[in-house]
């Protein structure tokens, strides 16, 4: 069974954010160009693995950025199919920094260079340039997205598809 993983900005005090779990899942896309677009959603796809490879290494902790940018979150409820989680507003602030700061290891193609052993562990094979651009592209929209969450004072929902 593969997962793929959405992360959707929300407003504080949005309706979506009302306590109904499955109101909020259908609140956030799979996949939407329109709000991706937009700057509203990032869809790490079922690349997730692989996106955290590249800014966790093969440190499996939670203690990491890159499980907190990817994972982590205060969990918000489930259905059969999915689970949602949510990082606060100053949770948004903590790892849009962490992820802005040269000290977690640049760009997104440095990021995967530097943890390409983790990323081809988790993509299952040798990391081709194909594969290292286009998760070098993930990392830098979701440190992006991460920048624009933050600046706007945003709570970002994650939900977990299977």
Known sequence: MSVCLSLRRFRPGDP?????????????????????DAGLLVSLGE???????????DDTSTATVGHRAVLGG?????TE???????????VRRVAAELASDSVGGDGEARVLRHLDAV????GATAGDGLRRRVAAQVEALAGF????AAQGDVVVKVAYS
């Not at 690349?47 to 290494?57: D, K, P």
């Not at 205060?74 to 489930?78: A, I, K, N, P, V």
């Open 47 to 57: 690349e997730w693995v692989v996106v955290l490879a590249a800014l966790a290494g």
């Open 74 to 78: 205060e969990f918000l409820g489930r």
């Open 146 to 149: 991460y920048a624009v969450a």
């Open 16 to 36: 979506h954010l009302c306590g109904d779990v499955e109101l909020l899942i259908g609140a956030v896309p799979i996949t939407s160009r329109v709000e991706e």
């Open 81 to 91: 199919t999915e689970v949602a989680v949510l990082l606060t507003p100053d949770a």
């Open 120 to 123: 081809e562990a988790a993509h």
